[in-house]
């Protein structure tokens, strides 16, 4: 079982930057994908960028040239640096993961809030 832990959302003004955490641990395997996904109040759960194990990575439209998704040096992390927010950035920001193991996992997900 993989235990995706988040960390580093909060309250930030509308043009700031926030790093957000990922660090997955409780299993001897590596990731394939990992990523984050974000949800708005009343909207769909999104796609917001992700990074193969090879370091492949994908942005969604909305965040491109904005948003840095990377593998951190210790085994299983990923970060997203965030700068120029805005306000449509607010959301529940999910870690997700496609495990060596032939498994999805998700967090539990960390608040950003942008304000104007």
């Known amino acids: 079982q993989v235990q995706l832990a988040e960390s580093g959302g909060g309250l930030v003004q509308a043009g700031g930057s926030l790093r957000l955490s990922c660090a997955a641990s409780g299993s001897f395997f590596s990731f394939n994908v990992m990523g984050w996904y974000r949800q708005a109040p009343g909207k769909q759960r999104e796609l917001v960028s992700t990074?193969?194990?090879?370091?492949?990575?994908n942005y969604a439209d909305s965040v491109k040239g904005r948003f840095t998704i990377s593998r951190g040096n210790a085994k299983n992390t990923v970060y997203l640096q965030m700068n120029s927010l805005k306000p449509e950035d607010t959301a529940v920001y999910y870690c997700?993961?496609?495990w060596g193991d032939g498994m999805g996992y998700w967090g539990k997900g960390t608040l950003v809030t942008v304000s104007s």
């Open positions: 990074i193969t194990r090879s370091g492949e990575t």
């Open positions: 997700n993961t496609d």
